[in-house]
């Protein structure tokens, strides 16, 4: 089907930044293409706003589905870890608008507001075409986008855009962490810095959001060793191997460290930075998030 082909990319962006999840925007996709398999072509004046059109609505629905599972999520949760390598983002539309702290900021949303926002900030759609996806009048449209981004404004944090020094300070990071230098990575934390870590129960991690540069640093540390790894891989079911990797890798737009351990990603770490230290930590280690990834960050 060449005309979906063609599409799929722009489709599975549109569904991933409505719902945060690969897996969920994959599956999404997916059904986009059988409803599509079912229309008639040539009766279809615009597909790529067909295409658009249905995707969305899966994707709110699947939202709607998502969302009452995440109430019982073990710990908090995190979006999960998108490739941007060039070679994957190439046809996406990829920029700010999956950066790992928006995403954050769109699940505090309802899904309507999300998907209002999503098509509107990131894609550009009208109006009236939105309000025709989620089936509303075009003046409540324009309402829900209005508070949606009031919302996220307020609540999204400020980061440093400059992609040289956030790969510089990415750098530091690593080299602290592997030596196990306290001072060096407290030197790197803003005041206030918080770690938010997402297991899901099915890895170890936080359970709560860690908060302080003493606090943040010893426990980076403190699982940052050759027991506690062994440990990690006991618990997702892997034997004990030596060889730990950490690369960077381009994630949600932005340098990040992927830890692998036999060729299986492990933890992936994605640092906020303003004002050249580091504000939030976002660890993800539920291994149902990562296992799209390769050791390089790509996708599997």
Known sequence: MPTFEEHRSLLTGVAYRILGSVADAEDVVQEAWLRWATVDEAGVEDPKAFLIR????????????????????????????????????????????????????????????????????????????????????????????????????????????????????????????GNGDLDGLIELFASEVTMVSDGGGKARAALRIITGTENVGRYLLSINTPANTARFLASIGMAPIPDLTIEMAELNSAPALVLSV???????????????????????????????????????
Do not use: C
Not at 132 to 143: D, F, M, V
Not at 147 to 152: I, K, Q, W
Not at 274 to 295: C, F, M, Q, V
């Open 54 to 177: 249905v995707t969305s609505r899966l994707a709110i629905d699947r939202l709607r589905w998502a969302k009452s599972r995440r109430e019982s999520y073990v710990g908090p949760w995190l979006p999960e870890p998108l490739s941007t390598a060039p070679d994957v983002a190439e046809h996406a539309e990829l920029a700010d608008s999956v950066e790992m702290a928006l995403l954050v900021v769109l699940e505090t949303l309802s899904p309507l507001e999300r998907a209002v926002f999503v098509l509107r900030e990131a894609f550009d759609l009208p109006f009236a075409e939105i309000a025709e996806i989620i089936g509303r009048a075009e003046p409540a449209t324009r309402q829900l986008a209005r508070r949606a981004r009031d919302h996220v404004r307020d609540k999204r944090p400020r980061f440093d855009v400059d992609r040289g020094e956030r790969r510089r300070i990415t750098e530091r990071f690593i080299a602290a962490a």
């Open 262 to 300: 036999g060729g299986r990603v492990i933890t992936v770490v994605s640092l906020l930075i303003a004002d050249g230290r580091i504000t939030t930590i976002y660890l993800i280690a539920n291994p149902e998030k990562i296992a799209h990834l390769t050791p390089g960050g790509g996708a599997g």
